[in-house]
């Protein structure tokens, strides 16, 4: 499994990103986010056909995560986006067809991760 994640950057608070993950193929996938000098911390999840989708109550209703099968790529709309969002977004795969999908525990691949900055 490779996973590919890109789109980060340096925006004012308020304005909108996309990442993306490109995969090796289809998978159960996740975001997580890991700040300065804090643990990493769940984001977003979406199941394989993309049906069900899971966020964390920090990013409910700013952020939406979505995929594109036929591209083997899963995003990450950010909006509204506030200096906390700040960190190292990883994306993460796993292989089975079930379980939980808001704890590190359960992916087994990971990306390597792109910088969103947002300042104030």
């Known amino acids: 499994v490779q996973l590919q994640a890109s789109g980060g950057g340096l925006v004012q608070a308020g304005a909108s990103l996309r990442l993306s993950c490109a995969a090796s193929g289809i998978y159960r996938m996740g975001w997580f986010r890991q700040a300065p000098g804090k643990e990493l911390e769940f984001v977003a999840a979406i199941s394989r056909s993309g049906a069900r989708t899971y966020y964390s109550d920090s990013v409910k209703g700013r952020f939406t995560i979505s995929r594109d099968n036929a591209k083997n790529t899963m995003y990450l709309q950010m909006n509204s986006l506030k200096p906390e969002d700040t960190g190292v977004y990883y994306c993460?795969?796993?292989?089975?067809?079930?379980?939980?999908?808001?704890?590190?525990?359960?992916?087994?691949?990971w990306g390597q991760g792109t910088q969103v900055t947002v300042s104030s």
């Open positions: 993460a795969a796993d292989l089975k067809y079930s379980g939980a999908y808001g704890y590190q525990s359960e992916y087994e691949y």
